[in-house]
């Protein structure tokens, strides 16, 4: 609760500039702006001050400082200044998102992948702020009444507030949005993120300070939490599966959302989200077997599916009937010089000439024939642009990921995102659980969490998987096996879901142990030793007798050992003294003890009734 009202964070001054919104509906491709006079001044302030210099200063000359619960918020309002409801998050910032094989998405890009997320970093804000007494943390911060934060940020967040609350109430009265609604909204919100932007970059830094109340932030992330949930809802596909990329088109008094083809990141993002119930979440991962997505010569997924690419000659062609039905394009080949359709000898295939690479570069060449085609220069420029879209549909063109075949392009398993799918199966396992869900439910979350599992390196022979299984790798292309070494993001994941299998849990600071995703084969069927290091760094045996298993947690033994009694945990401490629980959980003091690594628990034995035993 300090933290959240506490001022001890900084702003960084990074001298990049989002232009004003008006120009970002202009050119959506063409956003950012760097600021050289911002760079010589931050470079001049470093030399004072250090590395302090290239932070937001005060009027002072000195770093100011925020409370954490400003740099939540911040995010989450520029994130919103941009949200398209049921459409996603506009990606108008001249940047991808984590795949950035998907390059060609920016300026028409609209990530669900990012809403999903949001979904949940707007309920984790909502459970902190709250009043419920099951959360230590959520019941220390629900005394705070109000917080200071930037003047500049309270009027962002009173602008966003008031705009999401009409569309919320116009959601809940009509049932759906029409585009000229959308769009009125999407301009709201662009606007006052707009403002907030052009006002810091003109004063440089923050006017003061003022007082805002939670529950003004907990009506915010209601209406928040109800637009997203209205949008994910909206954004299942036919096939079960959720739409993680759509593609947005805005004209005057217009707005268009259309949808690309299925991927893998956003069926991982939706199930993290928090919206889904335990039988949604046996939907999307059963469709996910059942799709395009899945390879199963690895028993495991690519990133989207497969397609067949056109030859080199068969792209950039002209159709002629394009040309013999279109007086106004047939009026251009009539111009002597025009450089802009030809005729390619090879193939007798019509073609935009090679050196127009987007539609910029071939309006630059039309205007040079306005002379030429007098009148009709407009209703030709009309058709041209027409039909330059049409033959390259650059619209719905993703980048890399779309004409590549390495490098998470096509046909391409990126074994990072797997092990994000296997980890967010396992949340949804476990919220299933936590949610009394219907036992068969729970049997077939698990059955899909190892089906997943089964289809990861380590289960592969190298023959296989193309490598060391036991090794992290980047990707496996469709011609190939696994590529590029290295200590990859899966790493990570594979060390939360493994804690996870063997039932470790976290809970608001205690250790608890659920063991009902753990399998019977991982028991021992004989008596076997278990050596590790403790806490001195020396190394150490414990006898393990059939039926029972080990591991270590911040170098603490613990013991599993089935049992048809009752479930009870054991603690073994240092002093030679022995505690028996009844619930198979470590209160604070005990598991701040294990994270500090005390040294004041020796291990900690638990034995197990086999009915918990699922798999």
Known sequence: SQLLSKALYSYANVPYRIK??????????????????????????????????????DENNQVYQVNLLEKLLVPLLSKLSNFVPRGGIW??????????????????????????????????????????????????????????????????????????????????QHGNFKADYLLTIITKLGQAGSDYRQQIYQQKSFSGKQNVDISTIKVILNDVLSLLDDSIRYNQRSDKLYHAYNLLSTSKNKLKVDYLYEMLEGQVSVLSSGTLQATEVVEVLESLFESPIYR?????????????????LKKNVIEFSELENN?????????????????????????????????????????????????????????LNELYKKVFDHYNFTGRSHGMFGFEGLG?????????????TQECYFQALENSSEKNTLQRLGELYYQIRGGIGFNKTPSE????????????????????????????????????????????????????????QEFLTETSEFSYLDLAEKPQVIALANQSLAFT??????????????????????????????????DAKESQSIFKRENKIEKVVIQINEQQIRF
């Open 296 to 312: 199963a010569d690895q028993k495991t997924f690519m990133l989207y599916p497969d397609e067949q690419q056109s030859p080199f």
């Open 465 to 520: 998987y193309g490598a060391f299984p036991y090794d992290p790798y980047s990707h496996t292309p469709m011609h190939s096996g696994a590529q590029q070494p290295g200590m990859t993001g899966q790493v990570k994941e594979e060390v939360l879901s493994r804690y996870g299998e063997l039932g470790v849990r976290i809970e608001n600071g205690q250790i608890k142990f659920q063991p009902s995703l753990l399998r019977q």
């Open 553 to 586: 947690l911040c170098q603490v033994p613990i013991i599993y050992q089935l049992t048809n009694h009752q479930s009870s945990l054991i603690i073994h401490r240092s002093s030679g003294v022995a505690d028996q629980k009844a619930n198979l959980l470590l």
């Open 412 to 424: 391409c398993i990126y074994w990072h995102m797997v092990s994000k799918l296997l980890l967010a």
């Open 91 to 172: 990606l108008n910032t001249q940047r991808p998102e984590w795949n950035d094989a998907n390059n060609a998405l920016v300026g028409q890009g609209l990530s669900m992948v990012t809403l999903y997320y949001m979904r949940r970093y707007v309920a984790f804000l909502m459970n902190l702020l709250s009043n419920d007494n099951t959360n230590n943390f959520a019941t220390e911060t629900a005394s705070i009444n109000s917080t200071s934060c930037s003047i500049e940020v309270v009027e962002w967040l009173e602008k966003t507030s008031h705009i999401l609350n009409e569309a919320n109430k116009h959601l809940k």
């Open 327 to 383: 007086a106004d394009l047939l009026d251009l080949l009539d111009v002597a010089k025009q450089n802009i359709i030809i005729r390619d000898e090879f193939t007798q295939n019509y073609r935009f000439h090679h050196e127009i690479i987007n539609l910029d570069q071939l309006n630059s060449q039309i205007i040079n024939l306005q002379p030429e085609l007098d009148d009709k220069f407009d209703s030709v420029k009309q058709a």
């Open 20 to 57: 004003p919104f008006s120009d970002v509906m202009r050119d959506p491709k063409n956003t950012i702006l760097y600021d050289e006079d911002e760079e010589t001044l931050i470079q001049q302030r470093m030399l004072q001050l250090g590395a302090d210099g290239k932070l937001v200063l």
